[in-house]
């Protein structure tokens, strides 16, 4: 990469990519049905069932449901295949713009991060607090500890301790793996 090149790394989340690529290797596409953007597709391997996906698309709308994603629904344009397949390279996601497009009622695309929590103190310079920080795993814990050390705080302070969920960043690699995968066939590629 060259010093002009921008860095991308932050959209690729290579652990998640990597484990999609590594479950996946032999993963076919079956088209169960298409009428327009009225579509269902189901990606998995043969005689198993084992990280199996299915994306489902309607207008405006597409679900992911089986052993990856589970209970993420987005909604944007008429094809939500080609909202998320809009030419960049395999693996390059936008989990934050994607993020904003999941309906109400989607499972939580966000966690509590320990090491957010931790940036978030020292950004404070909270020296002597860092101490133990490492121990919190969840919000609760984040409230009472900052409680203990009497390190202020606010109501909009836990979702700057939050991070893109695991299951989530591995949802969106493949729904675009996916899409690449469809719009490829479509091509006869």
């Given at each position: 990469?060259?010093?002009?090149?921008?860095?991308l790394?932050?959209?690729?989340?290579?652990?998640?990519?990597?484990?999609?690529?590594?479950n996946t290797?032999?993963?076919?596409?079956?088209i169960?049905?298409?009428?327009g953007v009225y579509?269902?597709?189901r990606?998995?391997?043969?005689?198993?069932?084992?990280?199996?996906?299915?994306?489902?698309?309607?207008p405006?709308?597409?679900?992911?449901?089986?052993?990856?994603g589970?209970?993420?629904?987005?909604?944007r344009?008429?094809?939500?295949?080609?909202f998320?397949?809009q030419g960049?390279?395999?693996?390059w996601?936008?989990?934050?713009?994607?993020?904003?497009?999941l309906?109400r009622?989607s499972r939580?695309?966000?966690?509590?991060?320990?090491?957010?929590?931790?940036?978030?103190?020292?950004?404070r310079d909270?020296?002597e607090a860092?101490?133990?920080?490492?121990?919190?795993?969840?919000?609760?814990?984040?409230i009472e500890?900052?409680?203990?050390?009497q390190?202020?705080?606010d109501?909009?302070s836990?979702?700057?301790?939050?991070?893109y969920?695991?299951?989530?960043l591995?949802?969106?690699?493949?729904?675009?793996?996916g899409?690449?995968?469809?719009?490829?066939?479509k091509?006869?590629?």
């Amino acid at each position: 990469m060259s010093d002009t090149t921008p860095a991308l790394e932050p959209y690729h989340y290579p652990k998640q990519y990597g484990a999609l690529l590594e479950n996946t290797r032999a993963h076919e596409m079956q088209i169960l049905h298409e009428d327009g953007v009225y579509r269902h597709l189901r990606f998995k391997a043969p005689d198993t069932m084992m990280w199996h996906f299915d994306l489902i698309t309607w207008p405006g709308s597409l679900a992911i449901r089986g052993d990856i994603g589970s209970g993420f629904i987005f909604t944007r344009t008429v094809d939500m295949l080609r909202f998320f397949d809009q030419g960049q390279g395999p693996g390059w996601i936008n989990a934050s713009y994607w993020a904003e497009k999941l309906e109400r009622g989607s499972r939580s695309a966000r966690e509590f991060s320990p090491s957010r929590f931790a940036d978030w103190l020292r950004e404070r310079d909270a020296g002597e607090a860092l101490e133990g920080a490492g121990e919190v795993e969840n919000v609760n814990e984040a409230i009472e500890y900052l409680d203990r050390h009497q390190i202020e705080w606010d109501f909009e302070s836990p979702e700057s301790w939050e991070d893109y969920e695991y299951h989530f960043l591995l949802a969106l690699h493949a729904i675009l793996w996916g899409a690449k995968t469809y719009h490829a066939a479509k091509r006869g590629d």
